[in-house]
Nanobody
Framework: QVQLVESGGGLVQAGGSLRLSCAAS????????MGWFRQAPGKERGFVAVTYWSGGTDYADSVKGRFTISRDNAKNTVYLQMNSLKPEDTAVYYC???????????????WGQGTQVTVSS
């Protein structure tokens, strides 16, 4: 059974930083594309960042230059370093895993339960 468990969310002031972690189990981690999505109140869940199993990363335009995604295949963990946070980054952040890199940003295979990030102004 695949499990994705996020941690690291919380309350931070604008301009601050947070690092989210996602520990994966029940899958062959190094063969999965991993990433982060977020859902703000009243909005649809949207793509934030991805790290491909084959190498390389990609980001939503709204977070480029501020967020950094990384993975540790030895620890089966993916991270999202979030710097220069803005109130509009407030959302529930979800970790996701997928076998298909091409459709990951639309439909990953597995989801975590989410972690709340709140940025105060």
């Amino acid at each position: 059974q695949v499990q994705l468990v996020e941690s690291g969310g919380g309350l931070v002031q604008a301009g601050g930083s947070l690092r989210l972690s996602c520990a994966a189990s029940g899958l062959s981690f190094r063969t999965y594309t991993m990433g982060w999505f977020r859902q703000a109140p009243g909005k649809e869940r949207g793509f934030v960042a991805v790290t491909y199993w084959s190498g390389g990363t990609d980001y939503a335009d709204s977070v480029k230059g501020r967020f950094t995604i990384s993975r540790d295949n030895a620890k089966n963990t993916v991270y999202l370093q979030m710097n220069s946070l803005k109130p509009e980054d407030t959302a529930v952040y979800y970790c996701a895993a997928g076998r298909s890199s091409s459709r990951f940003t639309n439909s990953p295979d597995y989801w975590g339960q989410g972690t709340q990030v709140t940025v105060s102004s």
